[in-house]
Structure formats: structure tokens, C-alpha cells
Antibody, heavy 113, light 113 residues
Framework: QVQLVESGGGVVQPGKSLRLSCAAS????????MHWVRQAPGKGLEWVAV????????SYADSVKGRFTISRDNSKNTLYLQMNSLRAEDTAVYYC??????WGQGTLVTVSS | DVVMTQSPLSLPVTLGQPASISCRSS???????????LTWFQQRPGQSPRRLIY???NRDSGVPDRFSGSGSDTDFTLKISRVEAEDVGVYYC??????????FGQGTKLEIK
């Protein structure tokens, strides 16, 4: 069955960096576009970034453009989100999403001094 | 940018009664390929979002048939024919037409009266 398992979250100081990973299994990873979606505590869903199935193109929400980088390694069935220059408002649960039909359990990122 | 507006934001419903959630987009969601990429998600307390409906009215596998989606162009509705206790949670609409950006509605919190 399809599984998406995020990791890499934690507490980080403002201005620092963090890299999230999402290990995919149960489907042909290289055939799907993959997204990151986040949810601040008690808030709604916010789309963060997408990467094409072959890694040829990426797109970002304005709120993270220039600070976050989405990437993938199809040989390892893994999606990444490199987050630099983190801000308090980046505090959220980050979900890895396949297309729109499967979501991981999420990983919590807390940006605080 | 496309703005998705849901109403109501809070929806108290008696068990066994119907419920309806509206979602309006600021732009047409009809894609150049002829499809309309309007999706509905359910997020139960403490869980990741789960896709219920895709392309306006297509139910995902395992979704009870008491859930139905309808609408066109900029005006969409999610209906639950008879609310059950397990339906408690937050419901989000999302547009995927103006790809690669996804845009979510604010969410509608369904609770049992």
C-alpha cells in the first residue's frame, strides 16, 4: 500500500536551516509529482511547493520562495524540502503529498529561539 | 492568485441530518483540458487530511456514498446526506486547476450539535 513517511522535523532557531525528508513506498515514485503542504498550529492548510515527477521543474508559494528548495531522489524514492532562513511563521506540521490522493502523517517544525 | 472561499466556517449538525458546505473560487476552475480540478478533503481531529472527492464529484475509494460533490465553474458544494459521528472534523476544498499552485479554502469545522 502507498506509504509516505516524513522525517527531519524539530525545534530550530530563527534564521537557521532544516531539511525534511519523505520516504515513499508502495507505488512507482518516479511517476508522480510530489508536493509539500503545511499546517500551522490550529490553522488551515497551506500549499508550499511541488516538484515534477522527473525533477525537471519546481514551483513554490510566495511565502517560501527563495528560502525553501524542494528536490527528489527517484533512485531512493525520497522527497526533500530544504528550508533555509527559517522564521517563526514557518512553524507548522509539514506534509508530503502524492498528487493529491495520499498524505503522510506529517512532521512538526518549530521555529523558536 | 485564485482565492477559495468556504462557507460556513462552522457547521453544527444533528446526527442523521444532512450537511452542506459551499466553496467558491475567485476564478473559473475549468482547465484548458476540459476538466475541473476541485477537490474536497476531510481532516479528522489529530489526523492527516484525507481526500474525499476529486474533479468536483468523483468519490475516492472507501469514501461512504453519503458524501457527494457537485458544482461547476466557480461554485461548488460538498454534501453529506446523513451526518454520522465519524464525520466530525474540518473539511477543505482545494483548487488544482491553476497548476502548479494549489489553493485551499479556509476550512469548515463540522461538529455534532
Amino acid at each position: 500500500q502507498v506509504q509516505l513517511v516524513e522525517s527531519g522535523g524539530g525545534v530550530v532557531q530563527p534564521g537557521k536551516s532544516l531539511r525534511l525528508s519523505c520516504a515513499a513506498s508502495g507505488f512507482y515514485f518516479s511517476s508522480y509529482g510530489m508536493h509539500w503542504v503545511r499546517q500551522a498550529p490550529g490553522k488551515g492548510l497551506e500549499w508550499v511547493a511541488v516538484i515534477y515527477y522527473d525533477g525537471s521543474k519546481e514551483s513554490y508559494a510566495d511565502s517560501v520562495k527563495g528560502r525553501f528548495t524542494i528536490s527528489r531522489d527517484n533512485s531512493k524514492n525520497t522527497l526533500y524540502l530544504q528550508m533555509n532562513s527559517l522564521r517563526a511563521e514557518d512553524t507548522a506540521v509539514y506534509y508530503c503529498v502524492r498528487d493529491s490522493d495520499y498524505w503522510g502523517q506529517g512532521t512538526l517544525v518549530t521555529v523558536s529561539s | 492568485d485564485v482565492v477559495m472561499t468556504q462557507s460556513p466556517l462552522s457547521l453544527p449538525v444533528t446526527l442523521g441530518q444532512p450537511a452542506s458546505i459551499s466553496c467558491r473560487s475567485s476564478q473559473s476552475l475549468v482547465h484548458s483540458d476540459g476538466d475541473t480540478y476541485l477537490t474536497w478533503f476531510q481532516q479528522r481531529p489529530g489526523q492527516s487530511p484525507r481526500r474525499l472527492i476529486y474533479k468536483v464529484s468523483n468519490r475516492d475509494s472507501g469514501v461512504p456514498d453519503r458524501f457527494s460533490g457537485s458544482g461547476s465553474d466557480t461554485d461548488f458544494t460538498l454534501k453529506i446526506s446523513r451526518v454520522e459521528a465519524e464525520d466530525v472534523g474540518v473539511y477543505y476544498c482545494m483548487q488544482g486547476t491553476h497548476w502548479p499552485l494549489w489553493t485551499f479554502g479556509q476550512g469548515t469545522k463540522l461538529e455534532i450539535k
